[in-house]
């Protein structure tokens, strides 16, 4: 019987681990954004609006600059349906005049955001280049993916479609 009895609570230590109550760790934490262009803003003023787009990027990581790329193009179609996306910068001071640079002579639409010190990423329990989240517009985190490789748009915009119920 003890040997039993073991093996459930062991089972059932199992499967909270794998399938335990993780909210607090997919909803928001109070975050705010300086932007390149000198304003601010945040995900819940952001989320209001519809679904929000945070991608994680630095001017030396390629597959960043690419995503971001794409990334814009949805911030383009997407707009008028209440999508945003914020590329959050985590390059270090000397570094960000490259970034802005970079931003300007993209001429993206999206908004771009400095995180220097890495708090928003660690905030936001990233660790790799890119990272890329979707919060719905009850601040949750309903995706989230590391890395990029091509194709890796359409899976964020198929997200984006069916929170839109396009």
Same mark, same amino acid.
């Given at each position: 019987?003890?040997?039993?009895?073991?093996?459930?609570?062991?089972?059932?230590?199992?499967?909270?681990?794998?399938?335990?109550?993780?909210?607090?760790?997919?909803?928001?934490?109070?975050?705010?954004? &300086? *932007?390149? #262009?000198?304003? +601010?803003?945040?995900?819940?003023?952001?989320? =209001? /609006?519809?679904? !929000?787009? $945070?991608?994680?990027?630095?001017?030396?990581?390629?597959?960043?600059?690419?995503?971001?790329?794409?990334?814009?193009?949805?911030?383009?179609?997407?707009?008028?349906?209440?999508?945003?996306?914020?590329?959050?910068?985590?390059? &270090? *001071?000397? #570094?960000?005049? +490259?970034?802005?640079?970079?931003?300007?002579? =993209? /001429?993206?639409? !999206?908004? $771009?955001?400095?995180?220097?010190?890495?708090?928003?990423?660690?905030?936001?329990?990233?660790?790799?280049?890119?990272?890329?989240?979707?919060?719905?517009?009850?601040?949750?985190?309903?995706?989230?993916?590391?890395?990029?490789? &091509?194709?890796?748009?359409?899976?964020?915009?198929?997200?984006?479609?069916?929170?839109?119920?396009?």
């Amino acid at each position: 019987m003890k040997r039993k009895y073991k093996s459930i609570v062991y089972t059932l230590f199992l499967l909270n681990l794998i399938y335990g109550n993780d909210s607090d760790r997919r909803q928001h934490p109070n975050v705010n954004f &300086n *932007l390149f #262009s000198g304003n +601010k803003t945040s995900i819940e003023e952001l989320i =209001k /609006k519809g679904p !929000l787009v $945070v991608q994680f990027w630095a001017i030396w990581c390629s597959p960043c600059k690419k995503e971001m790329h794409y990334l814009d193009k949805i911030q383009k179609e997407y707009k008028d349906s209440g999508v945003n996306v914020v590329c959050v910068n985590t390059d &270090n *001071l000397k #570094s960000i005049p +490259k970034a802005k640079a970079f931003v300007r002579q =993209k /001429k993206y639409n !999206l908004l $771009v955001a400095l995180d220097p010190s890495a708090e928003i990423f660690k905030k936001l329990n990233a660790s790799v280049m890119p990272t890329t989240l979707i919060f719905d517009q009850n601040g949750q985190i309903v995706f989230s993916k590391e890395g990029y490789i &091509n194709g890796d748009e359409k899976k964020v915009e198929e997200k984006l479609k069916s929170m839109l119920n396009l």
